[in-house]
């Protein structure tokens, strides 16, 4: 049972544009989100999360978006850059120390930056 | 160094063989996943220590699987008699509370053969 859900499995966009990754979930009790980039060979890093008493949370070229009614969430990423280039994943996790409070990921989505 | 430390990087091992892979997670990391990336695949959920609780191991495919936490410091994860479809890079993180930000090793590259 997929609780974490990005249905894309690769984008490409051009340089300078804007790049915008999708992520769906469904348990409830998730109220915080992270997104991770990962370059091949190398292990994720975490890039932005939000938590659920927000609905945008912004550092930089990145923005994620939490729209909790769908229980959807966007990450932008304004201008994209070549170096943007990798396989993203989303998280989410809930409150508390039991099982949902493990860090629950995506698939993931393989962007391309096009030059 | 700071990061999470994850030994070896690559092994290579032959089918029915036993291994392990350690992890040094973050001092003072209270929360520690293991996850693991088959080619072309994306993160499976292994096991999850917290704290003092008991792991959440839902995710270990089989009871040849297991894993082992010193407190919260080093842990270990053992496969058993391995297969060819553990082949993968097995990943392992580390984050101050639950459900935070977790930092990832670099993992390790198992290949069975």
């Known amino acids: 049972d997929q609780q974490v859900k990005q249905n894309s499995p690769s984008l490409s966009v051009q340089e300078g544009r804007i790049s915008i990754l999708n992520c769906d979930y469904t348990?409830?009790?998730?109220?915080?989100f992270l997104w991770y980039k990962k370059y091949p060979a190398e292990g994720p890093t975490f890039l932005i999360s939000?938590?659920?008493?927000?609905d945008k949370n912004e550092d930089g070229r990145f923005t994620v978006f939490l729209n909790k009614s769908a229980k959807h969430l966007s990450l932008h990423i304004v201008p994209s850059q070549p170096g943007d280039s990798a396989v993203y994943f989303c998280a989410a996790s809930a409150g508390g120390t039991g099982a949902n409070s493990k860090l629950t990921f995506g698939k993931g989505i393989t962007l391309s930056v096009r030059p | 160094g700071a990061g999470v430390s994850q030994s070896p990087s690559n092994k290579v091992t032959e089918k029915g063989k036993d291994v392990e892979l350690r992890c040094d997670p973050i001092s003072g990391h209270t929360a520690l996943y293991w996850y693991r990336q088959r080619l072309g695949q994306g993160l499976e959920f292994l096991i999850y220590f917290q704290g003092n609780s008991a792991p959440d191991k839902s995710g270990l495919p089989s009871d040849r699987f297991s894993a082992e936490r010193t407190g919260e410091s080093v842990s270990t994860l053992t496969i058993q008699r391995t297969q060819q479809e553990d082949s993968a890079v097995y990943l392992c993180?580390?984050?101050?509370?639950?459900?935070?930000?977790?930092?990832f090793g670099q993992g390790t590259r198992l290949t069975v053969v």
């Open positions: 348990n409830s009790m998730f109220d915080y």
């Open positions: 939000i938590s659920s008493i927000k």
């Open positions: 993180a580390s984050s101050f509370l639950p459900g935070t930000e977790a930092f």
